[in-house]
């Protein structure tokens, strides 16, 4: 069975002339285990997507199933405990808490869900310290580079050890070297871990990472492609160029 | 709850100046609540101590009603009540005594000021208490004259012994009595005692015939049977006694219990303030923290995570300004009691023990603080609460659910002004009272909606001022795309000056009022003034004959007095002033408000007619030409109301006056407690000072004084009162201000970012500082010219309030509207230098990063 299953999703923003259809009727499945990158040019809807799939916003019409279950069906409490145990968020700006240290935005999703601080500061470390923010723990946000809080951001989405995780650019902000990490890492936890991976990206070395793509364009599924690995960054390239971007 | 309050705790010393300042909002509230219901329960409790020091085995006391004495023979109709196993009378007075009274020595503080006089029946009172004499004394016997029996301690304090003698004012003029026998020292708190037979104190008093207390052992023990007793007492002596309680400083105690009350006023109105200030800053925090919010709902904090971090971040505030309330209230408290000490003990013979604080009073002070805070973050905490997680990722203009409820808080904030405004035209001092407070809240409701247009009509001004300048758009839509924070930052001010310009008006009228009144009463060339003014009861007057060597001094032309009887009018207790109607107005006189002043003082004299107060008027429900039935200690007896005027010492007090001829006839009073005299014409003080002093040596209950000096006194007086007030006005003022200068800041930080972009793209910084201070001055006017006109209208309310027991006419606040407008776009001013300088220097990638 599929982890995440989209039926007809549909999301339009604002109403009448000013109405925009940001995503429209999109129908996806991800299997459990997989590793996908959606792509697109600037306005497809990605990060729409993104948010519906994770339970933050409310589509117009069509549903989001995560393992079978019907989002429009839980209530706000029972999304919100969904998101903290299932969900592991990576948004494409920074939005860590300015007022709290690197190692407590990475706890936050443990400690909303109850475990005791110094437990959750402890596992909030130990992803830290793998993403090389070892002696940067007690730094605030605003004390650290955009690259650095990206990866503070993407150490938060690990922490819970959550089944799916959603990362919208994760790599937008980084060197090269810094964003193969992430990407690999990525790939290390669907691979070691079994965890699901959805991942938005503009960069085709970076959506080489995945095992499958997701082109958007205009709202719509415009194709998929499952990658052989030799070669892929230059064949999503030319599909990128294909379908005008 | 650990982790909300981690939270709350790094939000709060995040921004340190802000957290202050609110806070500070909050101990000022609980400081005044605290700090005042310190200071006049440790006064009443002197007071009581004073009033309430009679021991004994007493189970019942019997008073009259009004508090004044009754005829000796009422006592008879005890005899052959069951169960009562003994009674005595006596006749109780407190004896001010003058300044060195005792010791004769200026420089230092007397022990004694006040004694008791108690006339009682040596027999009957040893039935009921026993009086251990020292040896080789005696107690008194009934057929003494001029003896006394006094404690120990007080013979020490007047330096006497057994066989001397002491010297007592009474209202014959000094009185010796010789000391025959000494009891063990005093050990309760209040006045010493001195005890004499009860002729001797009727004598000393110009009571003839008269007790004021009957003392009643009762032979049960058992609840009922002892009730019983109470009941039959009560029937046998008829409604016009008071069978339990002895409660002779009733009328002090109610003037206490209102001080109490406009203080208490004041400490809400200041929490209120606090309130509102919390409110403010914390609907501010909310939109500032939009994205933080939203991104931990998106992390899976739920709305009641959200709602109790809102609500901790309160919490914390209000646990610790409460705290800090507290200790500072106790510190005001006993600084207060400690300065009043010495001018409450020669004033009111009080004597204040240590300050009274009562752990109800400390639990209420922290409940009323923490609740107020709790109940204002309640508000910005549910909209916190509805973010959601898309705020984070997509920030959103949150203005659209703002319009609608603007709407919604303006129609209740008119129905509130509504309902405030009919409070006033009731003339009722309550609900007069219940409409400021409900008029500040409902113009604090509708400021949204009024202010709305004004803020899109100075935009357009801005607009069009900085349209050559280059950032006319920005200009104008900060003022219009934002009437939220503009409307936050305008009602604080408006409310700040408000109360400025309020009690401003208050206080101009009050003044002009006690001047006029004072020169009309108080006119006259030479005033006698007993030690309690306007507490006669306790006071002890003087035998006409005084009055009359007075008016036999070369140089006088007439003397005029007032005399004092206690009455009760439907059990509530009056003020009986008897004055001459002849010679009073030639000397003295009465501010009329209605009635012709000719024609009353003629009723006066011709028959059971009186002239009142309009705390008379106010208090009893009825008005001029009524007929109310007034109970003396002869039986009822009807009196017509003729006219309603005032004098300034008796104004606030319920009170009564009728002529002297029926005072005697009724109330068996002759004794003169406040005389007046006037000169001849060309006769000057000094011709006659000296004359007039050894008479008045005669009388040491009374200080002698020059009207004009003593006018000049009690204007010297007032201006210490009024600043007082004023300390406390400023003190009211200043969070209010804070809070002004709070939200303009606010809205400049806020902004940092969106003035790094303009920055960015080309703005200098000169621009950017006179956009910034253009706008919080623009702002700043709004609030004050709304703050001007709502104290106005408040000051209005308070001087009609007060003009119920005040006849006072309004009187336009100048002063206090020119310093409401310095004041307002000074702090506007302040309000927008600082941040703007900061905005302005600001590095324009610094900007840009502030989150
Ligand atoms: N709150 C909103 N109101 C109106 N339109 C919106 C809103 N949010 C997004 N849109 C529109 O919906 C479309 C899809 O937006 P979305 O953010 O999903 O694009 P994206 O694919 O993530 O783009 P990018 O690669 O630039 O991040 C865009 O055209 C955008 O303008
Ligand atoms: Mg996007």
Request: glycine share 10%; charged share 15%.
């Amino acid at each position: 069975m599929s982890l995440i299953q989209t039926e007809n999703l549909t999301k339009i923003y604002g109403a009448g002339e000013a109405a925009v259809t940001a995503l429209d009727h999109v129908n996806i499945a991800v299997n459990e285990g997989e590793f996908v990158a959606v792509m697109g040019p600037s306005g497809c809807g990605k990060s729409t997507l993104l948010h519906l799939i994770g339970g933050l916003d409310r589509p117009n019409e069509g549903n989001v199933r995560i393992e079978g279950v019907a989002l429009a069906e839980m209530d706000d409490d029972a999304l919100t405990k969904l998101r903290r145990q299932k969900i592991g968020f990576v948004f494409q700006f920074f939005n860590l808490i300015p007022v709290l240290t690197a190692v407590e935005n990475a706890a936050l999703p443990v400690t909303l869900d109850g475990v005791k601080p110094s437990e959750a500061k402890k596992r909030a470390a130990e992803w830290l310290t793998r993403f090389g923010l070892g002696d940067r723990l007690a730094a605030r946000p605003d004390q650290l580079s955009g690259g650095q809080q990206q990866r503070v951001a993407v150490a938060r989405a690990l922490v819970s050890e959550p089944a799916l995780i959603l990362a919208d650019e994760p790599t937008g902000n980084l060197d090269t070297r810094s964003g193969d990490e992430i990407a690999s890492l990525l790939r290390d936890v669907t691979k070691k871990y079994g965890r699901t991976v959805v991942m938005v990206t503009h960069d085709p070395r970076i959506a080489a990472y995945a095992d499958r793509i997701i082109f958007l364009k205009d709202g719509k599924v415009v194709d998929e492609t499952n990658l052989e690995r030799k070669g892929a960054a230059d064949q999503i390239a030319s599909k990128m160029k294909e379908i005008g971007d | 709850m650990n982790f909300q309050l981690t939270l709350a705790w790094r939000y709060l010393t995040g921004r340190v100046l802000r957290t202050t300042l609110t806070t500070f909002a909050v101990i000022f509230g609980v400081l005044v609540i605290f700090g005042m219901n310190i200071v006049l329960p440790t006064m009443m409790e002197g007071f009581k101590a004073n009033m309430m020091a009679a021991g004994g085995v007493v189970d019942v006391t019997v008073t009259h009603v009004s508090g004044g004495g009754f005829p000796a023979e009422v006592a008879r109709k005890l005899d052959g009540i069951p169960g009562l196993s003994a009674y005595a009378v006596s006749l109780e007075r407190t004896v001010n005594l003058p300044p060195d009274f005792v010791d004769g020595d200026p420089a230092r503080p007397d022990r004694v000021s006040a004694v008791n006089l108690v006339g009682l029946d040596p027999e009957a009172a040893r039935s009921l208490q026993v009086y251990l004499i020292d040896e080789p004394g005696r107690f008194l016997q009934a057929n003494d004259t001029n003896a006394a029996v006094i404690s120990e301690s007080l013979a020490d304090a007047w330096g006497v012994g057994l066989g001397d003698t002491i010297s007592l004012p009474s209202v014959s003029g000094l009185t010796d009595l010789t000391i025959v026998g000494i009891l063990p020292p005093r050990t309760l708190p209040g006045n010493e005692e001195v005890l004499v037979p009860l002729a001797q104190s009727q004598a000393m008093t110009g009571q003839e015939g008269q007790i004021n207390t009957i003392r009643i052992a009762l032979t049960s023990v058992d609840e009922s049977a002892r009730a019983e007793a109470t009941a039959a007492i009560q029937s046998a002596l008829g409604s016009g006694y008071q069978v339990g309680a002895l409660d002779p400083g009733s009328e002090m105690f109610a003037s206490l219990k209102l001080g109490q009350a406009a203080f208490n006023m004041f400490g809400v109105l200041a929490l209120f303030m606090g309130g509102f200030i919390i409110f403010n800053t914390f609907r501010t925090v909310v939109a500032e923290r939009r994205r933080d919010i939203g991104m931990l709902r998106a992390l899976g904090a739920t709305r009641r995570t959200i709602t109790g971090a809102i609500l901790t971040e309160g919490l914390v505030q209000g646990v610790f300004g409460s705290l800090i309330g507290i200790v500072l209230g106790y510190l005001f408290g006993a600084f207060v009691v400690r300065l009043s000490a010495e001018p409450m003990k020669s004033f009111l013979n009080i004597n204040m023990g240590s300050p009274v604080v009562s752990p109800a009073l400390v639990v209420t002070s922290l409940l009323m603080g923490v609740g107020v805070t709790l109940l204002s973050t309640l508000l910005p905490a549910r909209s916190a609460s509805r973010v959601t997680p898309m705020d984070a990722l997509r920030p959103s203009l949150a203005e659209v659910e703002y319009k609608r409820r603007a709407g919604a808080s303006f129609i209740s904030g008119v129905v509130m002004i509504g309902i405030a405004l009919l409070g006033l035209v009731s003339g009722n001092m309550g609900l007069i009272a219940l409409g400021g407070l409900l008029f500040l809240g409902g113009l604090i409701l509708a400021a949204p909606m009024l202010l709305r247009p004004i803020a899109w009509a100075f935009g357009r001004l801005l607009a069009w001022f900085y349209a050559r300048q280059g950032i006319a758009d920005l200009a104008q839509g900060n003022l219009t795309r934002q009437p939220g924070r503009v409307t936050v930052t305008a009602s604080a001010t408006l409310i700040g000056l408000a109360i400025i310009v309020a009690l401003g008006g208050m206080t101009t009228s009050l003044t002009g009022m006690m001047d006029d009144i004072l020169h009309k009463t108080l006119g006259s060339d030479y005033l006698f003034i007993p030690p309690s003014v306007a507490v006669w009861n306790s006071d002890l007057g003087a035998s006409p004959d005084f009055a009359a060597r007075l008016g036999e001094v070369e140089g006088v032309e007439a003397v005029a007095s007032l005399r004092f009887a206690a009455g009760a009018i439907n059990g509530q207790a009056v003020s009986v002033l008897g004055l001459d109607p002849q010679t009073f107005p030639q000397v003295a006189g009465l501010d009329f408000t209605e009635g012709d002043e000719a024609e009353a003082y003629a009723a006066l004299a011709s028959g059971r007619n009186m002239i009142v107060n309009g705390a008379f008027l106010a208090t009893l429900g009825v008005k001029v030409g009524d007929t109310v039935e007034v109970t003396t200690p002869e039986g009822p007896r009807s009196y017509t109301i003729v006219a309603e005027a005032v004098d300034l010492l008796n104004a606030k007090v319920v009170t009564a006056y009728i002529s002297q001829a029926n005072l005697a006839a009724d109330f068996g009073r002759t004794d003169d407690v406040f005389i007046m005299l006037n000169l001849k014409p060309g006769v000057a003080l000094e011709d006659v000072e000296a004359q007039i002093k050894a008479i008045a040596a005669d009388y040491p209950q009374f200080t002698v004084m020059a009207g004009k000096k003593y006018i000049d006194d009690m204007m010297q007086y007032m201006n210490a009162v009024w600043a007082v007030m004023f300390l406390l006005l400023i003190f009211l003022a200043i969070p209010s201000l804070i809070a002004m200068m709070n939200t303009l800041a606010i809205n400049v930080i806020e902004r940092t970012r969106e003035i790094g972009m303009v920055r960015a793209v080309g703005a200098t910084r000169k621009q950017v500082r006179r956009l910034v201070v253009a706008e919080a001055l623009l702002l700043a006017a709004v609030g004050t010219a709304f703050g001007i006109l709502a104290g106005l209208y408040l000051g209005y309310v308070i001087v009609a309030g007060i003009g119920v027991m005040f006849p006072m006419t309004y009187e336009f606040p100048l002063a206090g509207v020119l310093a409401a407008i310095a004041v307002g776009l000074l702090f506007g001013a302040l309000a927008a230098v600082i941040p703007a300088r900061q905005a302005a220097r600001l590095q324009v990638v610094e900007a840009l990063r502030y989150e």
